[in-house]
T-cell receptor, first 114, second 116 residues
Framework: KAGVTQTPRYLIKTRGQQVTLSCSPI?????VSWYQQTPGQGLQFLFE???????NKGNFPGRFSGRQFSNSRSEMNVSTLELGDSALYLC?????????????FGPGTRLTVL | AQKITQTQPGMFVQEKEAVTLDCTYD???????LFWYKQPSSGEMIFLIY??????QNATEGRYSLNFQKARKSANLVISASQLGDSAMYFC?????????????FGTGTRLTVIP
């Protein structure tokens, strides 16, 4: 079974631009979560989707948004990029929402904002 | 308040030796899950092991075992017979189950270096 895939793997943008990152979950998984990883803040939760509905959102400004499609694929968008948005963005999928449902991560998208 | 604490920024272990990576957690939720992930330099987070708060036995997965001490709120990862490929960042994470949220809270990680 294929793992979680994320595209693109690397991205370079300039301040003020917007960016869209894509995540394809493991086949059959309906929950997708996004995390931001930076050296200073560590791993921080962005948002979570299940069956096309955002269930939970972390403490990030409204410039960060996301959505999930009917095939469970998810996208996240960051508008008006700032230098501090440079980070590794990780997507994780799980089968459902039960306690033991493990989140499996993709390889990440490394975003650099210049 | 920090929900997950990993106090060891870096650890060294000799190849073939065992090593323990520390993790303490803080939650008022009686139902929670604890996870350990490995992150090599490539960036991908690899799931290693899971422990539920109501599990009676400590979890084991191959060379990985979790030393779960509920009263002390600790969930240490034990790696036996270390291999060079074990060199990576290791993250402890928790999911609080009663809240209904699916997100993980991560610690700051421990960088493990295996010495030949």
């Amino acid at each position: 079974k294929a793992g979680v895939t994320q595209t693109p793997r690397y991205l370079i943008k300039t301040r003020g631009q917007q960016v869209t990152l894509s995540c394809s979950p493991i086949s059959g998984h309906r929950s997708v979560s996004w995390y931001q990883q930076t050296p200073g803040q560590g791993l921080q939760f962005l948002f979570e989707y299940f069956s096309e509905t955002q269930r939970n959102k972390g403490n990030f400004p409204g410039r960060f948004s996301g959505r999930q499609f009917s095939n469970s694929r998810s996208e996240m968008n960051v508008s008006t990029l700032e230098l501090g948005d440079s980070a590794l963005y990780l997507c994780a999928s799980s089968f459902g929402l039960a306690g033991a449902d493990t989140q499996y991560f993709g390889p990440g998208t490394r975003l650099t904002v210049l | 308040a920090q929900k997950i604490t990993q106090t060891q920024p870096g650890m060294f272990v000799q190849e073939k030796e065992a090593v323990t990576l520390d993790c303490t957690y803080d939650t008022s939720d009686p139902s929670y899950g604890l996870f350990w992930y490995k992150q090599p330099s490539s960036g991908e987070m690899i799931f290693l092991i899971y422990q539920g708060s109501y599990d009676q036995q400590n979890a084991t997965e191959g060379r990985y075992s979790l030393n779960f001490q509920k009263a002390r709120k600790s969930a240490n990862l034990v790696i036996s017979a270390s291999q060079l490929g074990d060199s990576a960042m290791y993250f402890c994470a928790m999911r609080e189950l009663q809240t209904g949220a699916n997100n993980l809270f991560f610690g700051t990680g421990t960088r493990l270096t295996v010495i030949p």
